[in-house]
């Protein structure tokens, strides 16, 4: 089976792409929701970021409260790779026991979906990568919107990550997602008939 990385800047619509593949038979496997899963109380992960950022990054339940956390590393980049050190290998073990079971499936291919993919060196997990586009103005008006935050902060988590153009020169695809969701959805579509149906397993 083919694993696919599908990757983007934050609020690019990596979700949204996500979504549409998985209509048309992929499986998904998606880093931001192990990403929660990694952290969860109980977990080393969760406990070594308590030891390493301190309790005030927990919600009353003891999970992390990610917007706190967030905050703190996006504003330092010492602090973000600390974090991305503790996470990083917890989603990977994850990671590779979704791919085991998806191997057992009937499904032609999975997407891996990461943000941070090129940035965290694991581009060798896959056997090729997607990027999905969107330029900067529209990434701060997504994100101002969908997390409530003011253009400041938005422009600060940019920063912590690749810039957009960068990031498509990985990708052998790269999905257009400034447009209509129906203009994304023919995009992607044409991809799957182009790249999976049509190309032997």
Request: net charge negative.
């Amino acid at each position: 089976m083919r694993v696919i990385g599908l990757t983007g800047g934050i609020a690019s619509g990596k979700s949204t792409v996500a979504r549409i593949l998985q209509r048309l038979g992929a499986v998904i496997i998606d880093a931001d929701l192990l990403s929660r899963e990694a952290v969860l109380p109980g977990t080393p992960a969760h406990q070594a970021i308590v030891t390493s950022f301190g309790p005030d990054i927990l919600l009353p339940d003891a999970t992390i409260d990610r917007k706190a956390l967030g905050r703190i590393v996006f504003a330092d980049p010492d602090a973000r790779l600390r974090l991305e050190a503790i996470t990083h290998p917890a989603i990977a073990s994850l990671a590779e026991e979704l791919l085991a079971e998806a191997r057992q499936s009937d499904a032609p291919v999975a997407f891996y979906v990461a943000p941070l993919l090129i940035e965290a060196g694991v581009t060798g997990r896959v056997d090729d990568i997607w990027v999905v586009y969107a330029d900067r103005e529209t990434q701060i008006a997504r994100l101002t919107e969908r997390d409530g935050i003011d253009r400041e902060e938005a422009e600060q988590r940019l920063a912590a990550q690749m810039p957009m153009e960068e990031k498509a020169t990985y990708g052998s695809a790269v999905i257009d997602n400034r447009g209509t969701p129906e203009e994304t959805e023919r995009q992607v579509t044409a991809l799957w008939k182009e790249r999976i149906e049509k190309s032997p397993r």
